[in-house]
């Protein structure tokens, strides 16, 4: 079965610092890996997707992310949060032998300091 | 707007009626999921249609739940017999055939069963 899993619940950082939030998945078949973002009373976004192409995507917003295959990880980073990055984040996995079926992750909440 | 449209945003019903939310997908989408969210968790699979064919359904979905995308566009889900286990976040979401098509979300129906 596919799974996620999102290693911290929660991530707290001073604006200005560098964001790490983790995912790893299940290492089953050749996995699309994508990150949602969402905003409190508002609907899910794109972040970034990852399908076999280049191991380091870039997204919107600042964000990007690394595929290591080795250590089955999609960890999402950014090199300066802001105020307005302060949401819950969503890892999501999708199998090309289910291509219908993408799996959540539990979410991590980064809340930004001032 | 040409994004995934869901009406109603809220539904407050008592417990044992029916209730049916629909949802409008991006119009060249062909393929159509539900999921349900509630606090905390992230996204939970319910059901997906690739046109009018319904391909996958969760164990999560109930004989009290039924979906359906009668001529390949918009899709309905309804939910007979309401429970208070029931409420949740229902999210439509639409997207492209290929594999690495993501996920577009609407802003989802939020259903109170009292």
């Known amino acids: 079965a596919q799974s996620v899993t999102q290693l911290d619940s929660h991530v707290s950082v001073s604006e200005g610092t560098p964001v790490l939030l983790r995912c790893n998945y299940s290492?089953?078949?050749?996995?699309?890996l994508f990150w949602y973002v969402q905003h409190p009373n508002k609907g899910l976004q794109l972040l970034l997707k990852?399908?076999?192409?280049?191991?380091l995507v870039k997204g919107i917003n600042g964000f990007e992310a690394e595929f290591k295959k080795s250590e089955t990880s999609f960890h999402l980073t950014k090199p300066s949060a802001h105020m307005s990055d302060a949401a819950e984040y969503f890892c999501?996995?999708?199998?090309?032998?289910?291509?219908?079926?993408?799996?959540f992750g539990d979410g991590t909440t980064l809340t930004v300091k001032p | 707007d040409t994004g995934v449209s869901q009406n109603p945003r809220h539904k407050i019903t008592k417990r044992g009626q029916n209730v049916t939310f629909r949802c409008d997908p991006i119009?060249?989408?062909?393929?159509l999921y539900w999921y349900r969210q509630t606090l905390g968790q992230g996204p939970e699979f319910l059901t997906y249609?690739?046109?009018?064919?319904?391909?996958?359904k969760s164990r999560l979905l109930s004989d009290r739940f039924s979906a359906e995308r009668p001529k390949g566009s918009f899709s309905t889900l309804e939910i007979q017999r309401t429970e208070q286990g029931d409420s949740a976040m229902y999210l439509c979401?639409?997207?492209?055939?290929?594999?690495?098509?993501?996920?577009?979300f609407g802003n989802g129906t939020r259903l109170t069963v009292t």
């Open positions: 979401a639409s997207s492209g055939t290929g594999d690495e098509s993501p996920l577009h």
């Open positions: 290492s089953s078949y050749s996995p699309s």
């Open positions: 990852y399908t076999s192409a280049a191991t």
């Open positions: 999501v996995v999708r199998y090309n032998t289910n291509a219908g079926k993408s799996t």
């Open positions: 119009s060249e989408h062909n393929r």
């Open positions: 249609f690739q046109n009018e064919a319904q391909l996958e």
